[in-house]
């Protein structure tokens, strides 16, 4: 079994999460990725959010949200994807950037539109009423 490691970013507003969509994809993720050699979650959140997306996290606000794991996303069944997800505060306006061709507001009815992990992930944001 392998597992890939990746780090993402929670962001709601008005009850609804924001998700990217990569070129040539048809399914949205939450914005984040695997971390470079050495990195801590905190740094590998920090880089990825302003490649993706072209904003700066506030590191002072990060928070810890929960780690979530399931088959990773058009890959082999024995592939699994483990995604730590935290919450944080950004600045600057948020644009695409880098891979990322669209971003996209969704709520607990779009969920047919994310991986398996983010469904998960889902799930618990609509439990604690933060996704309608």
Request: hydrophobic content about 35%; charged content about 25%.
């Amino acid at each position: 079994m392998t597992t890939i490691d990746k780090i993402a970013w929670i962001h709601v507003n008005n009850g609804q999460i924001l998700c990217a969509r990569s070129k040539g994809q048809e399914s949205y993720y939450l914005p984040g990725g695997k971390r470079d050699p050495g990195e801590s979650d905190q740094d590998t959140l920090i880089r990825e959010i302003e490649e993706e997306l072209s904003v700066q996290i506030e590191q002072d606000t990060i928070h810890f949200f929960g780690t979530f794991e399931a088959r990773a996303h058009g890959k082999s069944e024995d592939i699994t994807v483990k995604m730590t997800c935290y919450t944080a505060d950004f600045s600057g306006i948020l644009r695409p950037a880098s891979e990322i061709e669209e971003l996209a507001w969704l709520n607990y009815k779009d969920l047919h539109l994310v991986s398996q992990v983010s469904q998960l992930i889902f799930e618990q944001l609509y439990a604690l009423k933060w996704l309608e």
